[in-house]
């Protein structure tokens, strides 16, 4: 019994740890004076729109490299699980300087496709590369779990029943997988529109909620920062709360 209660004991404390940084948000906010800084509206509307840019691009090539990891096995894979997480791992700032080195205006990318008219450096693709290269990995590797929690047993049964390799995968494996993948697409869609590190790098313009929270803290002062990361909260979190909620449920 004394151990149960020192274990309920540290758990009560963790919780109230996370709690706290939330409830000095509430506390902090000046509610009579709530009121927005000049540009927050359309930092708003930046980071929502290519946000959702930006995670459509992840889901439709993270998936495939999630699936294709998930079910096949050759010679040199490691370097591929390396390589996810390499990119997961590098700090923002760090992977923002790899970014600006490469696609920069004097990277070797970067020079070749200005030359075509695509600028990124301080412009919206910048801005959805930025968001692309900071979420992409989370996506990948959560995705590629929810593909191997699917029995292999019912994606064999589908072929001998004569379904095409493509027809199994939108039949079988992805609505088996689909709970998996939603909350994948939740952490994606947390990560690329939280990102401050490598979008400060490679696209400070047009700016988005986490450089205009910076911008605000360092022009005005902490008592500009509460509204904007009150709408952020608003925006960002519903979806993986209700995400994770379904799969307490489920689970339950």
Aim: proline share 6%.
């Amino acid at each position: 019994m004394s151990r149960s209660r020192f274990a309920a004991g540290l758990a009560a404390l963790a919780l109230l740890l996370l709690a706290a940084p939330f409830a000095g948000l509430v506390l902090a906010t000046d509610w009579r004076h709530f009121g927005f800084a000049h540009g927050d509206g359309g930092a708003v509307a930046v980071s929502l729109g290519l946000s959702l840019v930006a995670l459509g691009l992840i889901v439709a090539l993270g998936t495939p490299l999630a699936w294709w990891l998930a079910r096949h096995r050759v010679r040199g894979q490691w370097l591929v699980d390396a390589l996810l997480l390499l990119a997961l791992l590098t700090p923002p700032l760090a992977m923002g300087l790899l970014l600006a080195a490469m696609y920069g205006p004097y990277g070797p990318a970067g020079s070749l496709l200005e030359r075509a008219g695509l600028v990124l450096t301080n412009s919206a693709p910048a801005f959805v590369m930025a968001q692309f290269y900071a979420a992409l990995p989370y996506y990948v590797l959560a995705a590629r779990a929810a593909f191997e929690s699917v029995p292999r047993e019912l994606e064999q049964i589908a072929l001998t029943l004569g379904h095409s390799p493509a027809r199994c995968f939108f039949r079988v494996s992805l609505p088996l997988a689909k709970l998996g993948l939603a909350a994948a697409v939740a952490l994606a869609w947390v990560r690329a529109l939280g990102e401050f590190g490598v979008v400060l790098i490679v696209a400070y313009y047009p700016q988005g909620i986490p450089v205009k929270l910076w911008t605000n803290l360092q022009d005005i002062g902490l008592s500009a920062v509460y509204p904007l990361l009150w709408v952020f909260f608003l925006v960002a979190l519903p979806l993986p709360l209700a995400l994770g909620l379904a799969v307490r449920r489920r689970l339950a």
